[in-house]
Every structure is written in C-alpha cells, then in structure tokens.
C-alpha cells in the first residue's frame, strides 16, 4: 500500500489521480477535489472528506470506516463492496452512486441524497438515516436490522427482499415504494405500507428494474 507523504491535504486538487492502494488513513482531505479519481482499494479509515468532492471516484473495496464525510459530493461513484462502517454521511451528496455489497454498519446518514442509487444487498445494520432522500433508490436485497429511517423518503424506491428487521419508520413516505414481499405501497403511506388496489387484488409483485 502507496504511503501518502502528508496528512494534512486539505483542499488538494488530485482530480483524475490515481490513488490505487493508497494510505490515506487519518488524512486531512477537506475540501479535497478527487473527482474520478482512482482510491480503489485505498486504506481512508478516519480520514476527514468532509464538503470534499468524489464525483465519480472509483472507491472500490476502500475502507472508509469512521471517515467524516459530511457534506461530501460523491456523486456517480463507485463504493461496490467499500467498507464504511462508523462514517459519517451527514449531508452528503451520493446521486446515481454504485453502494452495492458495501458494509455501512452504525453509519450516519442523515439528510444524505441517494436519488436513483443502487444500494443493492447493503449493510445498513444499526445506521442512523433521518430525514434522507431514497427517491427511486434500489434497495433490493439490503440488511435494514434496527436502522432509524425516521422522517426520510423512499417514494418509489424497491426494497423487495430485503431485511427489514426492528426498523423504525416514523414519519417515513413509501409511497410507491415496493416493499421486501413485492407489495406496492399506495401513495400516502407515511410510516407504514397501505398497499395500492391492485396488489390487494392479488397482482404480481413489483420487482427492482435489472
């Protein structure tokens, strides 16, 4: 693994870098534009990204575990399979972003943006995710085991299969939303699934878009 000479790299501009392997544990990025950039399978374990930009940043199997993130723009990017456990999301931008198979245990999520995501067979063990944006989010497969969605919106997002176990959906919308036994909720739903007409009439379930 490539060892960074400083820690403290605060609005680097390293857009496009390739920062593949790289050590970047505890490092100070704030503001740091890394836009398409390389971090794939980077060590960012507590580092600080915070209002940083990885728009399109390849972050496969990174470790970001206990990373501050808040604010941070990573749209259209690539966390398949990252480690994100502990971090905190608060704030950030994550449009069209890849979170399949990543570990995002005892994350923070709150108020984050995950328009058109794909979340698929993520660990949202015990996160923390107030007042987030799932519009059109793909779910399918996702371990929700007592994560606080209070407040946020998942209007048409698919969350068949998943695990949604001692969930607390308080002032949740799931309008639209297809929920993990293909029941489609009818628009309205706030904090509970009141399934649309056709599904009481026996439709098939909705499935997620592949």
Request: with cysteine; charged share 25%; aromatic share 8%.
């Amino acid at each position: 693994m490539s060892e960074i000479p400083s820690k403290d790299l605060q609005g680097v501009d390293w857009y496009g870098r390739d920062l593949y392997k790289a050590n970047l544990a505890g490092a100070d990025l704030r503001g740091a534009n890394l836009g398409e950039a390389d971090i794939s399978h980077a060590c960012l374990k507590g580092a600080d990204l915070r209002e940083a930009d990885l728009s399109g940043a390849n972050l496969y199997k990174t470790d970001l575990s206990g990373a501050k993130l808040q604010g941070a723009t990573i749209r259209d990017a690539d966390l398949f399979h990252a480690i994100l456990d502990g971090a905190d999301f608060t704030g950030a931008c994550l449009i069209k972003s890849n979170l399949n198979a990543s570990s995002a245990r005892r994350c923070c999520f709150d108020k984050a943006d995950f328009y058109e995501a794909s979340l698929y067979n993520v660990d949202l063990t015990d996160a923390h995710i107030h007042g987030a944006d799932f519009f059109h989010a793909d779910l399918f497969h996702a371990r929700l085991h007592r994560t606080d969605l209070t407040g946020s919106d998942l209007t048409d997002s698919y969350l068949t299969n998943a695990e949604l176990v001692d969930v607390v959906l308080d002032g949740v919308d799931l309008s639209g939303a297809a929920m993990p036994d293909g029941t489609v909720c009818a628009p309205g739903s706030i904090g509970e699934c009141k399934p649309k007409e056709s599904d009481a009439m026996g439709f098939p379930p909705i499935m997620p878009p592949f």
